[in-house]
Every structure is written in C-alpha cells, then in structure tokens.
C-alpha cells in the first residue's frame, strides 16, 4: 500500500485526482446485482494486479497469500470468492501453484 498519510493532514481539503492508487471497480460491475460485495472487490484487485504486471511495477508475481493480505481475508475466503468468479465467468484460471500460492488468471 501506498504511503500518503505524510502528505494529507486531517481535516484540510485536498484534490484526490491521481494522489491515491489501488483497487478500481468498473461501474458496470459495480452495479451488477448478481455479484457480491467481496466478488466486486476480489475483481477490482485482479485488475490492479494485471495493472501492475503489465507496467512492471512488481518484481515478484502476486500470490494468493499476497491478495489475501491485502483484502484482509484468509486463504480459505480468497479461494471460495475465486472460484465464485470462476463459476460466473468473470475469470478463467489458467494454472494454480499450490506450493507459492501463486496462481495465473485471465479476464474473459
């Protein structure tokens, strides 16, 4: 996660254009009803990493354990809301790891 708490100050106004990186939900899915809150955010974060693979902003691939962490989820919920992607067609997975944890996806 990125640092920004140095350059805000409580309560003073300030431009949030292009001060904050992270997770962005399109709004189409946003408003797909048929999706959960936690498959929203799931999805949003797989699109940051493929972002972030694709820039070269990170040496090392992103494990489960990683993602997990930064949802703040175990293991056990991360691989129960993949698979529900899985199932809804938002993702295909293309190989899983289960020694690193690592496991590669593609949208579709």
Known sequence: MENYEQELVIGQPFNPYLLFG?????????MDEKMSD????????????????KNCQNDDPFTKKD??????WDIIKLNKI???LRD????????TNSISSQF???FI
């Open 38 to 53: 936690a498959e929203k955010l799931l999805f949003g974060k797989l699109l940051e990493v493929k972002e972030m693979e």
């Open 67 to 72: 993602i997990a962490e930064c949802l703040g």
């Open 22 to 30: 992270g997770v962005k939900i399109p709004n189409r899915l946003l």
């Open 88 to 95: 809804k067609k938002r993702i295909r997975i293309l190989k």
């Open 104 to 106: 590669l996806f593609e």
């Open 82 to 84: 993949i698979h529900k």
